[in-house]
């Protein structure tokens, strides 16, 4: 099955992707240039959601991207704390983004790793938005 992609470009099966063009802000390296302000799991009524809102601060600008993983069906996660949040500026960083198929299923799914936890998931949707 292919994910929908809502204001993000599709980007490939590649591993610790960084880089995203997203729609009103054109491209972005969410490592370098932006930081993670707040992870959240919405429950559904079917499924769930993960998002993972970024804050990026440049010259003149502030803005909240978010990445919103949609009909979720998480496979792992592995937190990495007490260590994970920057104490200077409290907030996470993230690592990368892998974009993979399933053998055998062809699902895709993703691996989302940030300095406070990785987590792993099948996901049919991921959309971004901009404020």
């Not at 809502?6 to 390296?29: E, M, N």
């Amino acid at each position: 099955m292919t994910v929908r992609f809502t204001g993000v470009q599709p980007f490939g099966h590649v591993s610790g992707q960084i880089d995203f063009t997203v729609a009103g802000v054109g491209d972005i390296d969410l490592r370098n240039e932006a930081h993670v302000v707040c992870i959240r799991f919405i429950p559904g009524e079917r499924h769930m959601a993960i998002a993972f809102d970024f804050v990026s601060e440049g010259p003149g600008s502030r803005r909240m991207i978010s990445l919103e993983f949609g009909e979720v069906e998480v496979l792992r996660i592995e937190p990495y704390l007490p260590t994970g949040v920057d104490p200077g500026y409290g907030h996470a960083l993230l690592f990368g983004i892998g974009h993979w198929t399933a053998a055998g299923t062809g699902r895709s799914g993703f691996t989302v790793s940030t300095t406070t936890f990785e987590v792993e998931f099948y996901a049919e949707e991921l959309k971004a938005t901009v404020v």
